[in-house]
Each structure stands twice: as structure tokens, then as C-alpha cells.
């Protein structure tokens, strides 16, 4: 049995994995919600207090914790993250499970570099600053962890994401796509099942835990590449594309909070922001998914939500 804290398009994925796999899954969320499947047990649970999580863990392998802040500001992920991870990994080591967790690149501190699986996650300040400190604690917990490391997502299910509805939206209108950034710049992107299969494989050998891998991830591609894939999946022509400069964005976050969050992650977007998984597709024995082949199930997902 395995538990599963989160419904967004990752701890969805995985759960969807595990099923398929023949597991009995246990999704918690605050609302109940997750895939609908014999052997997935949907309970509303607030994940953040350790009221239910002993029972719930018990007999758990894994849990994969893959709940998010309530809102992309450094303030909300402060409040949130830390003391729910900490809460987890308590109710995890009671049971004997490792504690597998989807992360980002943004505690990396050299990203103007390719990053690896040994480059120095070292960011300091905002967001970048607080992935930095969960990283370090998971590393000093008694508890046994794995941190699978993706870049920007896409594919079904991912909504709020530069290559989400940002992209598919107005790309499937055959309507002009603005990007933040340069649209030309090489990019990493992650397709979300391939990390949600980094995850599970992780999870499932003792030898990858208490490490940091990075999902499968293919050759980096520029906005206006991946906005090309998705067109061409559709069978439409490519779009009109082009970049909001940097310094449009930083003047509107003057008075826009929402877009100051933005903001602080421009470096990924003016310059280029590669990461590279060889080494972690050896050892976990996968491959990312080719571009086209995801792009194009990126965009039947979207067909069958009406969207």
C-alpha cells in the first residue's frame, strides 16, 4: 500500500501509476479528491496536522508527498511547507515508510550552469531560499527520503504552468502566445509522468533513497519549440509567438504582487535554464518520454476536458 498527500497533476499521476501498477493507493486531500479506481481510497484529511496521519500511514511502503503551497509567494510557502513536510516525515518514520517528494530547481544556486545532480543547491532568499531549507531538512531527518528534482511542467492535468494553460490555451485557439521571458532561450521542461515514474522507482529501491535525482528529461527546448510540439500534435500551424521583457515584468510587480512573484524567476526564463538527468536515468533505469509523443498527449488530455 502506498499514500499519496496531494491531487494536483503530480500526486495524481502517481497515484494513477500505482493503480495501474496493481497497488491499493491512499490519496489524501483537504477535499477528498483524486482519481476514481478500485484499488485508490480517496479521504479528506488535512495532511498538515498529525491528528490522523499515524493510522493513515500505517502499513504504507511510501508516501509521496506532493502538496503545494496555497499561493506562489515566498510568504505562503514559509507558513506551509516546513511544518507540513516535518509532520509527514514524523508520521512516516512511525510507520517505517520513506517519504518521496517532487522538487524544483529553484535551490539551485549555479543555474546559469547545466545543472546536475551534484551541482550546489545553495539559493539563498524568497522561494528560491525556502526550497533550499527543505532540502537541507529532509536531508537531517531521521526519516528515510528521496527528492526527484523536475523542471517546469507540462502534460495532462497541469493547469497553472508556463507550458499549461498559459500555452495550451491560446496555442489551441490559434491565437498569438506572449511568454515571460525570452521565447527562444533554451528551456528545460519535464513531462509529469515521466517524474512521477522517477518517483515510484525511487521509492521502491533502498539503494536510491536519501538522495536527490533528477526526473527524466529530454533535450531542453525553447518556449517557442514547445508551443510549436503542441501545435503540430494538434495538426495546426505553429503560432505567432513573443517575449515579455524582464524589465516590463519587474515594473508592473511594482504594484502587482502576483506578477512580483513572478518576477523573481525570471532568470529562467532571460537566459538559458538546462538541467541534465543522465546520470539519474541510469540509475533509475528510465528514459524521458520523446517530445512529440508527449506533446501529443498533452494535447488529447486537453481535447477530452473540453477545454
Not at 126 to 151: E, F, P
Request: charged share 20%; aromatic share 8%; proline share 7%.
Amino acid at each position: 500500500m502506498f499514500v499519496v498527500t496531494g491531487a494536483g497533476p503530480v500526486g495524481w499521476t502517481v497515484a494513477e501509476q500505482l493503480a495501474a501498477a496493481g497497488h491499493r493507493v491512499r490519496v489524501l486531500t483537504r477535499s477528498g479528491s483524486g482519481p476514481i479506481h478500485p484499488r485508490v481510497e480517496r479521504i479528506a484529511v488535512d495532511v498538515s496536522s498529525p491528528a490522523r496521519l499515524g493510522e493513515l500511514f500505517r502499513d504504507a511502503r511510501a508516501v509521496f508527498h506532493c502538496i503545494h503551497g496555497s499561493q506562489y509567494t515566498a510568504n505562503a510557502w514559509a507558513a506551509e511547507l516546513p511544518g507540513a513536510e516535518q509532520t509527514v516525515l514524523a508520521a512516516a518514520a512511525e510507520a517505517g515508510a520513506v517519504v518521496v517528494f517532487p522538487e524544483s530547481l529553484y535551490s539551485y544556486s549555479e543555474p546559469a550552469r547545466t545543472m546536475r545532480e551534484d551541482s550546489p543547491r545553495e539559493a539563498r532568499g524568497g522561494k528560491r531560499g525556502i526550497r533550499t531549507a527543505l532540502l537541507r531538512a529532509r536531508a537531517a531527518s531521521a526519516t528515510d527520503t528521496v527528492s526527484v528534482v523536475a523542471s517546469d511542467f507540462f502534460g495532462p492535468r497541469v493547469l497553472g504552468a508556463h507550458a499549461g494553460e498559459r500555452m495550451l490555451k491560446p496555442v489551441l485557439a490559434g491565437r498569438r502566445l506572449l511568454v515571460v521571458g525570452s521565447a527562444d532561450q533554451p528551456h528545460s521542461f519535464t513531462y509529469v509522468p515521466d517524474l512521477a515514474a522517477a518517483m515510484i522507482r525511487a521509492a521502491q529501491d533502498p539503494s536510491l533513497w536519501n538522495r536527490v535525482w533528477h526526473a527524466p528529461t529530454g533535450p531542453a527546448a525553447s518556449q517557442r519549440a514547445m508551443a510549436a510540439a503542441f501545435a503540430a500534435a494538434a495538426g495546426m500551424r505553429g503560432p505567432r509567438v513573443a517575449g515579455v521583457p524582464g524589465w516590463a515584468l519587474r515594473a508592473l510587480g511594482a504594484v502587482s504582487p502576483g506578477t512580483r512573484e513572478l518576477a523573481e524567476t525570471l532568470y529562467q526564463f532571460e537566459y538559458p535554464f538546462v538541467m541534465d538527468s543522465q546520470a539519474s536515468e541510469a540509475a533509475l533505469g528510465l528514459q524521458p518520454t520523446p517530445l512529440a509523443q508527449a506533446a501529443a498527449a498533452t494535447v488529447a488530455w486537453w481535447g477530452n476536458q473540453g477545454r
